[in-house]
């Protein structure tokens, strides 16, 4: 059976349940595995990437790179500059360390006008959409 996404109500017990037995590992495999989670949606001109990736401090901890209709991401979060060598640990659920994400692009985008920001821990990349061409008649030399 199919539920949609806005009728769902999760279990609490069931997490619990997951939590205790397997702890966080399993989400932060699957993050780490995954990468970041994206949304992709398009207007009449652009194609836009918004991006979760909470944590980032600077802008060397992420690079974006884009090559025809694909889009990657790779970075790193940092664990907060905290000491934690007295501190003892009961449970770690963030997400820190490398990170990789590649999607397909529904359109072809023009890679040198993309732009991209980030603020409260979310990226969003605009890209302008390639334009059509309606193609080209070649002309014929008859010798």
């Not at 918004?50 to 790779?74: A, F, M, V, W, Y």
């Not at 980030?118 to 334009?131: A, C, D």
């Given at each position: 059976m199919l539920i949609h996404p806005s009728n769902f109500q999760p279990n609490p017990?069931?997490?619990?349940?997951?939590?205790q037995n397997l702890g966080m590992e399993p989400y932060n495999e699957y993050f780490h595995r995954t990468g970041p989670l994206v949304d992709i949606y398009e207007t009449i001109e652009e194609v836009i990437v918004s991006c979760e990736i909470p944590g980032l401090e600077?802008?060397?901890d992420i690079n974006i790179h884009l090559n025809g209709?694909?889009?990657?991401i790779t970075g790193i979060i940092q664990r907060a500059s905290e000491d934690t060598?007295?501190?003892?640990?009961?449970?770690t659920e963030r997400f820190f360390g490398n990170f990789y994400r590649?999607?397909?692009l529904p359109?072809?985008?023009d890679?040198?006008?993309?732009?991209?920001s980030y603020k409260n821990g979310v990226l969003e990349?605009?890209?302008?959409?390639?334009k059509l061409t309606q193609g080209k008649q070649v002309k014929i030399d008859f010798h």
């Amino acid at each position: 059976m199919l539920i949609h996404p806005s009728n769902f109500q999760p279990n609490p017990q069931i997490r619990q349940t997951v939590e205790q037995n397997l702890g966080m590992e399993p989400y932060n495999e699957y993050f780490h595995r995954t990468g970041p989670l994206v949304d992709i949606y398009e207007t009449i001109e652009e194609v836009i990437v918004s991006c979760e990736i909470p944590g980032l401090e600077k802008q060397d901890d992420i690079n974006i790179h884009l090559n025809g209709r694909s889009l990657t991401i790779t970075g790193i979060i940092q664990r907060a500059s905290e000491d934690t060598r007295d501190n003892r640990y009961h449970r770690t659920e963030r997400f820190f360390g490398n990170f990789y994400r590649e999607v397909q692009l529904p359109e072809k985008v023009d890679e040198e006008k993309a732009t991209a920001s980030y603020k409260n821990g979310v990226l969003e990349i605009r890209m302008k959409k390639q334009k059509l061409t309606q193609g080209k008649q070649v002309k014929i030399d008859f010798h």
